[in-house]
């Protein structure tokens, strides 16, 4: 199963629909449509849309009935990185300057809200394709992804005003299940199943996709710290922005006295105020303490449930290549590169 | 037509059904339901949902099939509220600090995103009230509102980053429109024809939203530099904020030389540059030109508009207190004074 091949595919399908569904600038737009095609053109995976058209394909749906849905969640998920760039001050996004570097906070949270707007188009006339009933349900899933997804940011902003580290793997944990696996696994496979009339499902789904999600976000956390040249965002931008990760909580959890003092104390203070010597020692400090090792082997540890789950979902339905994307995807997630 | 006590009713509806629709909060929610409430029960006017629920109830629907339609139209703009705070860098709102002043832009943001996701649970429930049609019939006008009142703040925004000031009455007129008209007026009142089966009367409904979001917009900022006491923004906050009003653009088209040159100066400046010295003399500066009176006349003539459309609207209802309420409130809105 090429995953790179399925996932080329379904962004190709999701950027026309975008670029479809938005409208063209004119005098009395601002240039707002201009940068809300901004990230979505950046070259993005297509990870989500992929997710929501495989689950609903492989169930039997016809492609029309769920490209709508999911440009919708490809929408979405660009607002959360718009926004997300904000609130974390993230300076690069997919190897260029952030929206918020470029144009500034006001200008940047107009143009996720404008995403948002947008993302409400396909929704709206969703009936089209796959009648009132399973539009509204679909809208149902995507106002719970909603709250979920700001619960997570509001747990993770929290930790990082009131300088919160006496955190277990079971905090890191729950939070990333609402931050990233919700709005990126949950609610596009839910969103599948609902346009395939498939919620028979639902249990195995809701399995499969949270382990998938929390493996994803592990995994990505790995990455941050790792790659350097071929990673889209910026060097170790999590150890700059103070981000409560698996791999930081195990090297806290590790040291001690002085060494374990100096790195909360870099860890305290305001990006602006951390200098690159600093980010290299924590660095040093998170290697030295073996949280890489342990990050990346939870995020197969967590792949392997989500595959245990995905079983009985295949048990029940035929083959087919949009299965096998869901399977091979499982594997690639936690061996990833991107 | 006592307009206030109509609007009173309205709140405590909509409050109601807001706390109803608000999850608690718990350990996994970092406290952000709480800020979810915070805007929503700062004493509000309940404007948008009053004329949603007036238009739906004069053209016959019960108040059960408008009221869900009536509260997300109230949790949008509030939402709207902290996203502009956040733009806008507001320190006040209602009388008291405003959210990005207490608690940072970020957890500000995540909170207007918050308000958005809660927004839609009602859209998606809806069907239970006003059938599966009507209800995606509701989420299309949001739809387009949320475009809309984007497009109206990228053109400000784009205005005030670009230090633009050769602005004509149209210019700010259409602006207003978009950021202000669409979703305080329009919207409500086409999203009551939705719930009412009343779309008959769009044409005269859109004139009659439009003459009097654009004549509340203008009072509105009559008020700004005006009551000093019992408005509960900070005094001349557009001032501060570099606003472009239909009263500086007035003031500015008519000063010359040193003078007009001495106001574009202080104008340019970024607000945590600004004196209070500065902005009393551009209050001064407004006076002595008669941009509040212009703008005054403005907000009256767009109401007096807003009557002739309704009068259409008026003549193919039945008489009603709703009826009434909307044609109090065109005749308050350019007098009131919150």
């Known amino acids: 199963m090429d995953v790179e091949a399925y996932l080329a595919e379904a962004r190709t399908l999701v950027v026309d629909e975008i670029r479809t569904l938005t409208p063209a600038d004119s005098r009395w737009t601002g240039g707002l449509y201009g940068l809300v095609l901004d990230y979505p053109l950046r070259g993005a995976k297509a990870l989500r849309p992929a997710l929501c058209i495989a689950t609903a394909r492989m169930l039997g749906a016809p492609l029309d009935a769920v490209v709508p849905t999911a440009a919708a969640l490809e929408l979405y998920h660009n607002a959360f990185l718009v926004h997300d760039d904000v609130e974390d001050e993230s300076l690069t996004r997919r190897g260029r300057p952030s929206l918020p570097a470029e144009h500034g906070v006001p200008i940047s949270v107009n143009v996720g809200d404008a995403l948002l707007g947008l993302a409400m188009r396909p929704l709206a006339q969703n009936a ?86 929390i493996a994803f976000q592990l995994q990505d956390d790995v990455l941050n710290l790792q790659e350097r040249a071929r990673y889209g965002k910026e060097v170790a931008g999590d150890l700059w922005e103070g ?39 924590l660095l040093d400090f998170v290697h030295r303490h073996g949280g890489l090792d342990h990050a990346a082997a939870a995020a197969r540890a967590h792949a392997d449930r989500a595959a245990r789950a995905f079983a009985a979902v295949a048990a029940a339905v035929p083959d087919s290549v949009h299965r096998d994307f869901v399977h091979g995807l499982i594997g690639y997630v936690a061996t990833r590169s991107w």
């Open 128 to 213: 089209r394709e796959i009648g009132a009933g399973r539009a509204l349900g679909v809208l149902e899933v995507l106002a719970e992804m909603a709250l979920r997804t700001a619960e997570g940011q509001a747990l993770e902003l929290g930790w990082i005003r009131r300088n919160a580290w006496a955190l277990g793997d079971r905090d890191y944990v729950h939070m990333v299940w609402l931050k990233t696996a919700w709005y990126s696994f949950l609610a596009p496979m839910r969103c599948g199943l609902v346009v395939a009339d498939g919620q028979r499902l639902q249990l195995a789904v809701n399995r499969t996709a949270s382990m998938l999600g």
């Open 243 to 281: 981000k409560r990760t698996l791999i930081l909580l195990h090297a806290l959890a590790r040291a001690h006295g002085a060494e374990r003092q100096l790195a909360l104390d870099i860890l305290a203070k305001p990006r602006a105020q951390k200098e690159a010597a600093e980010i290299d020692w």
